[in-house]
């Protein structure tokens, strides 16, 4: 099993940037894949972006140019800098773990606020 937890969210007005750092701790023979998604209010989780551990990246399209994900193999660590925010980037982001232990498996944080506003 793997615990995600979740840190730096919060409330940045329009234009500006936020860092969302996530760490795995647990049992596992190694993460696969670290990434972020996210979900608004009243609407579908929608994919952010994605790292693997050789460091290819996937970012959905509504944040591509913007977003930048990262990942520190040695903490187990994954991070999301956010730049140019607008209101429509504000929800709740999630993060997640592909990881090899006996088998496949993924896991999921419990999720961080991130809140765009004037």
């Known amino acids: 099993q793997v615990d995600l937890v979740e840190s730096g969210g919060g409330l ?28 608004a209010p009243g609407k579908q989780r929608e994919f952010v972006s994605t790292i693997t551990t050789g460091g ?8 591509k140019g913007r977003f930048t994900i990262s990942r520190d193999n040695a903490k187990n660590t ?21 990881f090899l232990n006996t088998v496949y498996s993924e896991s999921w944080g419990q999720g961080t606020q991130v809140t765009v506003s004037s």
């Open 12 to 39: 940045v007005q329009p234009g500006g940037s936020l860092r969302l750092s996530c760490t795995a701790s647990g049992t596992f023979v190694r993460i696969v894949v670290m990434g972020w998604s996210r979900q």
């Open 56 to 63: 290819a990246t996937r970012y959905g399209d509504s944040v």
């Open 78 to 98: 994954v991070y999301l800098q956010m730049n140019d925010l607008n209101p429509e980037d504000t929800a709740v982001y999630y993060c997640y773990a592909n």
